[in-house]
């Protein structure tokens, strides 16, 4: 069984920025891509963030392109998101997801078979 924790969530002021960590246990972690979603009150799940299993290739929503970064460290089995120049629109409680399908060069916005439990991210203006 994989399990996924996230944390470094947090209340902090526009403009700044917070990093959030995934860990991950239970499998091997290079046998997955890497995802971040969020999900904002009376809102759909949307996606942030993904990263290859070798850490070789990122894909990025339009929304924070610019402004995250998703890295992974497989020594560590932990990903991280780091959120820059935050905005109150970015409120919402963040997921990580594990994706075990590793084939697509670009890591996948959808098919996740794995989710932590989430970490609230509170953005004031």
């Known amino acids: 069984q994989v399990q996924l924790v996230e944390s470094g969530g947090g209340l902090v002021q526009a403009g700044g920025s917070l990093r959030l960590s995934c860990a991950v246990s239970g499998r091997p972690f290079s046998s997955y891509a890497m995802g971040w979603f969020r999900q904002a009150p009376g809102k759909e799940r949307e996606f942030v963030a993904a990263i290859s299993w070798n850490g070789g290739t990122t894909n990025y929503a339009n929304s924070v392109k610019g402004r995250f970064t998703i890295s992974r460290d497989n020594a560590k089995n932990t990903a991280y998101l780091q959120m820059n120049s935050l905005k109150p629109e970015d409120t919402a409680v963040y997921y990580c997801?594990?994706?075990?399908?590793?084939?697509?060069?670009?890591?996948?916005?959808?098919?996740?078979?794995?989710w932590g439990q989430g970490t609230q991210v509170t953005v004031s203006s």
């Open positions: 997801a594990a994706d075990s399908n590793v084939a697509p060069r670009v890591p996948r916005t959808w098919g996740y078979d794995y």
